[in-house]
């Protein structure tokens, strides 16, 4: 169960909740409404596959199946890992479907819905994320950042495709678009390395395209 405040909502829309709260109370009341009436929306599913890396090069892993991730991103961050966890989340595609057929009538409420679903399929990586950093502490292992296609030193399209490639042995929840994206498009492909030698501390912040401009992450 994916449980989200208002403030979460309003911060996937790129507002700073403090702000709206003092400024447009009425948005408030908005992304209050989406959150109860989208809630019972969200249908979280998770695929993921672990696999273990017998070698590096400069600009891939090489996993012991004898498939590999090709990306500097890759390469560079998970350097250090003994495994790698590849996984695709989403929340399904009914919120979405809600959200486009409120923009007809209520393009407020939708844009609001569609934050809500932003922030739900982040928060489901999120938690997956916790999970395995869990599995590996009691190892006295790490786990690294969440990195993802289309961030800096991993190209979307060849990067969605492996993922892709990769679980293709899986009943995927999402489906992959010659294009590149997912349906549904509140989805997340992305991987963790794991390994005692990963750096946990490490942030997914550091390679996002966004980062120089992202109110967020200047504000800690």
Same mark, same amino acid.
């Given at each position: 169960?994916?449980? *989200?405040?208002?403030?979460? +909502?309003l911060?996937?829309?790129?507002?700073? /909740? &403090?702000r +709206? =709260?003092?400024r447009?109370?009425?948005?408030?009341?908005?992304a209050? =409404?989406?959150?109860?009436?989208?809630?019972?929306l969200?249908?979280?599913a998770?695929?993921?596959?672990? @696999?273990?890396?017998?070698e590096?090069t400069? =600009?891939?892993?090489?996993?012991?199946?004898g498939?590999?991730?090709?990306?500097p991103?890759?390469? #560079?961050?998970c350097?250090? %890992?003994?495994?790698?966890?590849v996984?695709? %989340?989403?929340?399904g $595609?009914?919120?979405?479907?809600?959200?486009?057929h409120?923009m007809?009538?209520d /393009?407020?409420?939708?844009?609001?819905?569609?934050? @809500?679903?932003?922030? %739900?399929?982040?928060?489901? $990586?999120?938690?997956?994320?916790?999970?395995l950093?869990?599995? !590996?502490?009691? @190892?006295? &292992?790490?786990?690294?950042?969440?990195?993802?296609p289309?961030?800096?030193?991993w190209p @979307?399209? /060849?990067?969605?495709?492996?993922?892709? $490639?990769l679980? &293709?042995?899986?009943? *995927?929840?999402? =489906? *992959?678009l010659?294009?590149?994206? !997912? #349906?549904?498009?509140?989805?997340?492909?992305?991987?963790?390395?794991l390994?005692p030698a990963?750096?946990?501390?490490?942030? #997914?912040?550091?390679?996002?395209? &966004?980062?120089?401009?992202c109110? #967020?992450?200047?504000?800690?």
């Open positions: 169960m994916i449980s *989200l405040d208002v403030d979460a +909502i911060r996937a829309q790129g507002a700073d /909740p &403090s +709206i =709260r003092a447009s109370p009425r948005l408030v009341t908005i209050e =409404r989406a959150r109860r009436e989208g809630s019972p969200i249908a979280p998770v695929a993921s596959r672990r @696999l273990v890396v017998t590096l400069h =600009r891939a892993l090489i996993f012991s199946t498939e590999r991730l090709s990306a991103l890759i390469a #560079h961050e350097a250090a %890992a003994t495994e790698l966890v996984l695709v %989340a989403t929340i $595609a009914a919120l979405e479907d809600a959200s486009a409120a007809r009538d /393009p407020a409420f939708a844009l609001a819905l569609d934050g @809500l679903g932003t922030a %739900a399929v982040e928060s489901l $990586a999120n938690a997956e994320r916790a999970r950093a869990g599995e !590996m502490s009691a @190892l006295s &292992s790490f786990a690294g950042p969440a990195l993802s289309g961030m800096d030193g @979307l399209e /060849p990067g969605q495709r492996e993922i892709f $490639a679980l &293709s042995g899986n009943e *995927l929840p999402v =489906r *992959l010659e294009s590149g994206m !997912m #349906h549904p498009r509140k989805s997340l492909s992305f991987v963790i390395g390994g990963m750096n946990a501390r490490a942030s #997914h912040c550091d390679h996002c395209g &966004s980062r120089e401009r109110r #967020h992450r200047r504000a800690g």
